[in-house]
């Protein structure tokens, strides 16, 4: 886990205590960085660092199976650059831009301008106060 998703599940563990919202790791892919919260409905966060500045990520496509077959609605969430900015892409979204592929492929690669589609974050507050409200 890179310092940058560290530091979003700590400030998602706070943002839900002070909001009395329950948020756990999600236990069905133990190695993947996904999150859950109930807001009133269970919402899920498939969260993703890049360590270069434009923005660049690749996305497990058996993570993005569990996903797509998962109960709950399910948001792909790719940080990028310092601080807490960052693009929120809905399930419905990130179907779009994987129906396309192969059926074999591993990974889906995104680049800024695939995320940009997205819902664009300054804080992680912000990300926060748009998926429960």
């Known amino acids: ?18 909001h009395k919202i329950k948020s756990k790791r999600w236990t069905e892919i133990p190695r993947a960085q996904v999150f859950e919260i109930s807001a009133p409905a269970d919402i899920l966060m498939y969260v993703k660092d890049s360590a270069l500045p434009s923005g660049w990520w690749g996305i497990a496509f058996t993570v993005f199976n569990r996903l797509s077959a998962s109960t709950p609605d399910w948001w ?17 979204q990130v179907n779009g831009m994987v129906s396309g592929l192969s059926k074999n492929a591993t990974e889906h690669i995104f680049h800024e301008t695939d995320a940009a589609a997205g819902l664009h974050f300054k804080t992680f507050e912000a990300l926060y106060q748009h998926l429960v409200a």
């Open 1 to 18: 886990m890179t310092a940058k998703i560290a530091a979003f599940e700590t400030a998602l563990s706070v943002f839900c205590d002070k």
């Open 76 to 92: 792909l969430v790719l940080l990028v650059r310092d601080g807490e900015e960052g693009y929120a892409l809905t399930a419905t």
